[in-house]
């Protein structure tokens, strides 16, 4: 039998976390969980920490094997001012950087820092199939994940073990990715962003809480991944089919790339990317998908 994995969870309110916790509880892991609402109460193991201000529980890390980071401000829910974007990118990088300094001082070996990344790493707008090898991209997104990444790899330093999940946008049957065309589904239309010709790289909840866990309960597994189902969709044929899946008729108006900058800015990046993700590393780790194809994701997801 595999010796009991104890593992600290930021960001476990999250749409992930929440399902990454009883996933591993599931398999006999035991989570602790370092939140920053002092209200909310998750489970026994509970620490609390604040990034932006230093503050952290020192004992969060005793008898901890893995620490798994997913904690960060949502980059899609609110505008980006630039005191918000300050806010997306410390939230990140603070609280992987208070993690190590508290493992520094109290001499504490982590076998195995896991931390969330995304697809926002890579250029967008190449035909190319982007694989963990692929050129990184530039602007906002890029540099958060740039600098996210670096804070996790800096975990070496103590010994430990390092993995980034560089993740796709996530579909699930509550939150995330799929809210707003829930809502747009009822008036019978789904816009196009940019160009119906995107490429939209996703991952389906179920798949990206099996990756996490694979990392954090079996050895072996480390460096960079990507996780995204084997093929990215072109935008338009990912509308088709979420309105087939939901037994809707809609309308696919096109909004030009420079209507969508003029009415979102900076962020219209998050719209108009088009990347074909392909997850090397884990198709040669052998790492199955539950759900490679969009039809059965969404079906998943919205025959329940």
């Known amino acids: 039998k595999l010796m009991t994995k104890k593992i600290l969870i930021t960001g476990a309110s999250g749409l992930v976390g929440r399902k990454l916790i009883s996933h591993l509880t599931s398999q006999g892991a035991v989570c602790k969980v370092l939140t920053a609402n002092k209200k909310q109460k998750y489970q026994e193991h509970q620490y609390y920490w604040n990034p932006e201000q230093g503050m952290i529980d020192e004992h969060c890390l005793d008898d901890v094997d893995v620490v798994i980071h ?7 829910g609110k505008r980006w001012t630039e005191s918000y974007k ?5 939230s990140r990088v603070k609280g992987a950087e208070l993690l190590l300094n508290l493992a520094m001082k109290k001499n504490k070996v982590v076998e195995h820092f896991i931390s969330a990344s995304g697809i926002g790493i890579y250029a967008s707008g190449t035909d190319a199939v982007l694989d963990e090898q692929a050129a ?3 602007g906002f997104l890029a540099d958060v994940c740039r600098r996210w ?9 103590i010994g430990a073990q390092v993995s980034v999940v560089r993740t796709a946008v996530v579909l699930a049957p509550d939150g995330g990715f799929l809210e ?3 809502l747009a589904m009822r008036f019978r239309i789904l816009p196009v962003f ?9 991952i389906h909840l179920d798949d990206l809480v099996a990756i996490y866990a694979r990392l954090a309960l079996e050895s072996g597994f480390s460096g960079v991944y990507n996780a995204s189902a084997p093929e990215a969709t072109e935008q338009k044929a990912f509308l088709q089919t979420l309105a087939l899946s939901c037994h809707r008729h809609c309308l696919y108006p096109v909004m030009p790339a420079w209507v969508v900058r003029l009415l979102f ?14 997850p090397a590393k884990l198709l040669s780790q052998g790492f199955v998908f539950t759900y490679p194809k969009l039809r059965e994701a969404l079906y998943n997801i919205y025959e329940k």
């Open 70 to 76: 997913l904690a960060g401000a949502g980059i899609a």
């Open 86 to 90: 300050k806010k997306i990118m410390d």
């Open 136 to 138: 990184l991209g530039n």
């Open 149 to 157: 990444e670096e804070a996790a790899f800096n975990f070496e330093r």
């Open 180 to 182: 707003p065309f829930n």
């Open 194 to 202: 940019g160009s119906k010709k995107q490429h939209l790289s996703w």
């Open 265 to 278: 800015g900076e962020q219209a990046a998050l719209l108009l990317s088009d990347q074909k993700v392909r």
